[in-house]
């Protein structure tokens, strides 16, 4: 049992170009989301989504789209990287059933040049 | 403006000592407060969890302790011990789906 995977998990990219983080989860959940940990910051919710085909915003949502085609997968794409988005990427599932339990990937380091 | 205020921001205690971290929240309307734990280079994972109906929530050697009145809850970890050195999240829920983080209190247990 994977639990959540995300890859990869250190990108370097150059401001202005374009990414896909990936998550993907084997156990069924309901829900998945993206947060951002940054120092001092905690971590901050970007986007999340309760089923397939249904996403909402976060947080800190500006400058970052997801979809959710299945249920197993929540890719997080940023179209124009910043600066400003260098930062470590969580992706974290929970089932509806498990009282709110969240399961976390083990994060993707992303450093925009 | 942090919606979820954790205090402090780093903790050094002796082995065998009480380590004690504080949130505090203004929104009412959140309904359940966990405690993530993260070790480095890992993902955060759920230590403990309590809802606002309850005052004080004990697992083994943490203990929540949760003042509604007050908006503030707290994390006690008792004999801490240096296998508990990790980063401390406090969290509240919104609306089933968004959840508040704190920003985060470094422990370290020395021997």
């Known amino acids: 049992n994977a639990g959540v995977t995300q890859t990869p998990k250190f990108q370097v990219l150059k401001t202005g170009q374009s990414m896909t983080l990936q998550c993907a989860q084997d156990m069924n959940h309901e829900y998945m989301s993206w947060y951002r940990q940054d120092p001092g910051m905690g971590l901050r919710l970007i986007h999340y989504?309760?089923?397939?085909?249904?996403?909402d915003q976060g947080e800190v949502p500006n400058g970052y789209n997801v979809s959710r085609s299945t249920t197993e997968d929540f890719p997080l794409r940023l179209l124009s990287a910043a600066p400003s988005q260098t930062s470590v990427y969580f992706c974290a599932s929970s089932s509806y059933s498990g009282a709110n339990v969240l399961t976390f990937g083990a994060g993707s380091r992303l450093t925009v040049l | 403006q942090q919606q979820v205020k954790q205090s402090p921001q780093s903790l050094i205690v002796q082995k065998g000592g009480i380590s004690i971290i504080n949130c505090a929240y203004e929104?009412?309307?959140?309904?359940?407060f966990p405690w993530y734990q993260q070790f480095p280079g890992k993902g955060p994972a759920l230590l403990i969890a309590?809802?606002?109906?309850?005052s004080e929530k004990k697992e083994g050697r943490f203990t929540i302790s949760f003042n509604k009145s007050a908006k503030q809850f707290s994390l006690h970890i008792m004999d801490s011990q240096p296998g508990d050195s990790a980063t401390y999240f406090c969290?509240?829920?919104?609306?089933?789906?968004?959840?508040?983080f704190g920003s985060g209190t470094k422990l370290n247990v020395k021997p």
């Open positions: 929104n009412t309307a959140f309904d359940y």
């Open positions: 989504s309760v089923g397939a085909g249904i996403t």
């Open positions: 309590i809802r606002p109906d309850v």
């Open positions: 969290a509240a829920l919104y609306n089933f789906n968004k959840f508040y």
